[in-house]
């Protein structure tokens, strides 16, 4: 059972625009998200995380909203460059617990 | 500042042959460990985590074991491979605190023929 989901698997994006992914979770019990992003053949970097207590979480151009009564969490990036293309990944951990919680992926081109 | 290493990159083994992949961390002390693996056109699943030296917690029943001989050191073994332990398989590293972010190595890519 998919705990976080990102529906979609890809997504195009001209350069300096914004880029919006998405991600869905269903467990409530979910009190830390984060992003990562992934090149390939490479290991996923951490990108940015935000707590249950907070709604919005910015960092330079990367903005990560989490909306808890639709379960649902999404990340910005404003504005697009080249180098954002990649694949990101969304995680959730519960009341502290080891393990991460991993979405499928949503693989981002941003077009020059 | 911390790193992380993971060996071999990639790997190219028979079913039924023997694995062992390894990762070890610098930089930090009594780190968590994390196996994970990633199948082609799937998110990242955990296989195994360790809060410390001979501590290891299994999340997926398999045929792959892990190991903590060291602080720094995260062995993941199998006996016997078979082709559905083909994929991508990524060690990373948390604080102690736990829930917050796990850093990853740059993987492993195992291909089982």
């Known amino acids: 059972d998919q705990q976080v989901k990102q529906n979609s698997p890809s997504l195009s994006v001209q350069e300096g625009r914004i880029s919006i992914l998405n991600c869905d979770y269903t467990?409530?019990?979910?009190?830390?998200f984060l992003w990562y992003k992934k090149y390939p053949a490479e290991g996923p970097t951490f990108l940015i995380s935000?707590?249950?207590?907070?709604d919005k979480n910015e960092d330079g151009r990367f903005t990560v909203f989490l909306n808890k009564s639709a379960k649902h969490l999404s990340l910005h990036i404003v504005p697009s460059q080249p180098g954002d293309s990649a694949v990101y990944f969304c995680?959730?951990?519960?009341?502290?617990?080891?393990?991460?919680?991993f979405g499928t992926g949503t693989r981002l081109t941003v077009i020059p | 500042s911390q790193t992380i290493h993971q060996w071999p990159a990639t790997l190219v083994q028979p079913v039924g042959s023997p694995l062992s992949l390894e990762c070890t961390v610098e930089?930090?002390?009594?780190?968590?460990l994390y196996w994970y693996r990633q199948a082609a056109g799937r998110g990242l699943q955990l296989l195994f985590y360790?809060?410390?030296?001979?501590?290891i917690s299994s999340e997926v029943p398999q045929n792959l074991s892990a190991s903590r001989p060291q602080d720094r050191q995260f062995i993941l073994s199998s006996k016997k491979l078979l082709l559905s332990d083909s994929g991508f398989y990524l060690c990373?590293?948390?604080?102690?605190?736990?829930?917050?972010?796990?850093?990853f190595g740059p993987g492993t890519r195992l291909t089982v023929t």
């Open positions: 990373a590293w948390s604080g102690r605190l736990a829930g917050g972010e796990q850093y």
């Open positions: 467990n409530s019990m979910f009190d830390y």
């Open positions: 935000i707590s249950s207590i907070k």
């Open positions: 995680a959730a951990s519960a009341g502290g617990a080891n393990n991460l919680f």
């Open positions: 930089g930090t002390s009594n780190p968590n």
């Open positions: 360790s809060v410390g030296i001979g501590q």
